[in-house]
């Protein structure tokens, strides 16, 4: 296949990346030639966090945080230079009862900070108990930080929130349990690589957020040039991967999209972006697994989407891949829809290539055989017949999977026996058992 102008702009967009990260990624190596130890029972340097940090030496260093809660009232603040590290999930910075506040933010807000390192500790933002809109981690006008492994879970605000940023790495991190944003970057945040986080539950008490968004508040400032790349997203109450009005240059590839409560990923009057390798899984009702659109001012264009996969099983997905008419100059190659009622739509006045997809149902069902009895042991068989028959000679591929089996109840072998285009037979056998108790077999049927 002939490669465009535009397809080689995005190659050349992913060698970018690559080199970005080694940009990045050697600056923040050689910070931390100070050590300073916070330690709860006073077997280190200090026992408060801000202590340890605000009496590090002007050139910065590292604080390393040992296990135990260190619960704060205020915002920890963090100048350049700096590293703040702990011991995984063990070491947990909480937000107490009653405040509003960012956990972590920089120290200097109007000039920014630089090298600033946070890796591997718990955020507890304590949602439940706090007023306000506090985020997790909260840097603004820096450049060339990284925040690696760390867990940021039951947060008001954004779990992650970069304002006018850039060359920072997010990555590696466990984002869960928010009532806004996971990872959000706002206002001319540019150069910047979100890699290989988890984010999930971003809605909280029904206050909807997308996994990743790239913002610009106010409509007015541009962002370019982020990567959004291999990242696993779900359970979100909005978009998962949201491009935002004036979005530039951006690549989204390589991430897992799983039960987004609106569109896969969806895109707001952005520019030259590349949708490239990643899979969306169990859309809403009424949703696309990508939507692209934009003002009639300001439309979206010159946009690949490229070998996506978008996959429903529950076959209530409306949409594969939508283009608003506010759209053009939008490719749309080698994707491949499944269960979706409108694989490709485009609407008049669009503006679009699509070549070489594939739109096609699975003929997916489900259910369970309730019952069977554990509380003896042998071999027990049974038979299930489909809700709606397959045509004659189609042969579904069944996958089987066990639940609500009681502690102590150990089965040698689950199979099938015979399947056809009406149902299946099985057959499994219980070793070890306990009186009185039952299980279920749950199974999936697909055909495609």
């Not at 080694?22 to 910070?31: E, G, R, W």
């Not at 590696?172 to 539950?201: C, M, P, T, W, Y």
């Not at 520019?271 to 009702?285: M, P, Y």
Request: net charge neutral; with cysteine; glycine share 10%.
């Amino acid at each position: 296949m002939k490669v465009t102008k535009f397809q080689f702009s995005a190659i050349v967009f992913v060698l970018f990346i690559t080199m970005l990260y080694s940009f990045i990624l050697p600056k923040y190596v050689a910070a931390g030639q100070i050590k300073l130890v916070v330690a709860q029972d006073g077997t280190g340097d200090y026992t408060d966090i801000q202590t340890a940090i605000d009496n590090l030496p002007a050139g910065g260093g590292l604080v390393f945080v040992r296990e135990g809660t260190y619960t704060i009232s205020l915002a920890i603040k963090v100048k350049s230079n700096v590293t703040l590290t702990g011991v995984g999930a063990a070491t947990i910075i909480k937000q107490a009862n009653g405040t509003n506040i960012n956990v972590i933010e920089n120290v200097d807000q109007t000039n920014g900070n630089t090298n600033i390192r946070l890796i591997n500790f718990k955020i507890d933002g304590n949602r439940l108990n706090v007023p306000g809109s506090g985020c997790g981690v909260v840097l603004v006008k820096c450049s060339r930080c990284v925040i690696e492994e760390v867990l940021i879970e039951e947060f008001e605000g954004n779990g992650i929130y970069i304002i006018n940023s850039s060359y920072n790495v997010i990555k590696k991190n466990f984002v869960r349990k928010g009532n806004h944003g996971g990872i959000v970057l706002d206002q001319a945040s540019n150069d910047n690589v979100i890699d290989d986080n988890i984010i999930e539950e971003t809605y909280g008490e029904g206050i909807y957020g997308p996994g990743i968004y790239i913002a610009n508040e106010g409509l007015t400032i541009p962002n370019y040039r982020n990567a959004i790349i291999n990242n696993i997203i779900a359970n979100t109450g909005q978009h998962g991967i949201n491009l935002g009005y004036n979005t530039y240059d951006t690549l989204v590839t390589g991430n897992l999209i799983n039960i987004p409560q609106n569109h896969g990923i969806y895109v707001y009057s952005g520019h030259r972006c590349v949708i490239k390798d990643n899979i969306v899984r169990d859309l809403a009702q009424y949703y696309a697994g990508v939507r692209i659109e934009g003002t009639a001012a300001n439309k979206s264009n010159n946009i690949l989407i490229q070998s996506n996969t978008v996959s429903s099983v529950t076959l209530t997905s409306r949409y594969g891949v939508y283009i608003r008419a506010e759209s053009e100059k939008i490719d749309v190659f080698d994707n491949d829809i499944q269960n979706a009622e409108n694989p490709f739509v485009a609407e008049s006045g669009a503006n679009y290539r699509i070549r070489g997809n594939r739109g096609y149902m699975t003929d997916f069902q489900r259910g369970e055989a309730t019952g069977i009895d554990t509380g003896t042991t042998g071999t027990k068989t049974g038979s299930v017949i489909f809700t709606t028959a397959y045509e004659s000679g189609m042969v579904p591929t069944i996958m089987l999977t066990l639940k609500e089996l009681a502690t102590g109840v150990v089965m040698d072998s689950v199979h099938i026996t015979s399947v056809s285009n009406t149902g299946f037979s099985w057959k499994l056998r219980v070793s070890a058992r306990v009186t009185g108790t039952t299980c279920k077999l749950a199974w999936s049927a697909m055909v495609e």
